[in-house]
């Protein structure tokens, strides 16, 4: 437990500070926690501050309460379109919340990987971009559908390479994990 409590420390200071062009705040409400998503590219592009990337979907679990987001990527609003939710991470961070495949509360299980060329070494960023919430819930959960850019720090809108380090409270053998690189 201290180790998640010393990394989810680590991983908001980071964030915070190293986030110099992004203008950081708390939205309260519904947001959805792509934190242990996997993500499957869409086989689009998407441009994020004038940079090309490859779009990924993840499947987000909705949840509800406070979230840090990236005002810059949300045009200055925490409100979303009706039928749509951000992807932000909650405040503090959540040590337990629903977790594909089954959509059960599973703990949160931080990670560490080199970047690589393969999807299981890749990584994608879905903070702050817009989700599309699905109609039916698992288990009783609300999912929703987002959209991203793959391989994109969400630090500093830069390409992520090899050889960096990256983390992820997705499983080893998922595909492009949600999550970011160490700045």
Known sequence: MKTLTLISV???VSALFSTAQAQIAVCKGEYALCAASPTTLTGKSIVVAGKTFKEGVAVCP?????AVANMELMQGSCDAPKGKVWSLFGVPPLT???QA?????QPAVFRSFTVGNTPQTGMSNMWSFLCTKQTKQVNGVTLASC???VMESPW???HVVSGETAF???PAESTFPVGGNVP
Do not use: K, R
């Open 10 to 12: 680590l991983f908001w």
């Open 62 to 66: 909705v949840l509800s309460g406070m």
């Open 96 to 98: 337990s919340y629903p």
């Open 101 to 105: 495949p089954s959509w059960t509360v």
């Open 147 to 149: 959209y991203g850019p």
């Open 156 to 158: 500093t809108g830069n």
């Open 168 to 170: 992820t409270q997705a």
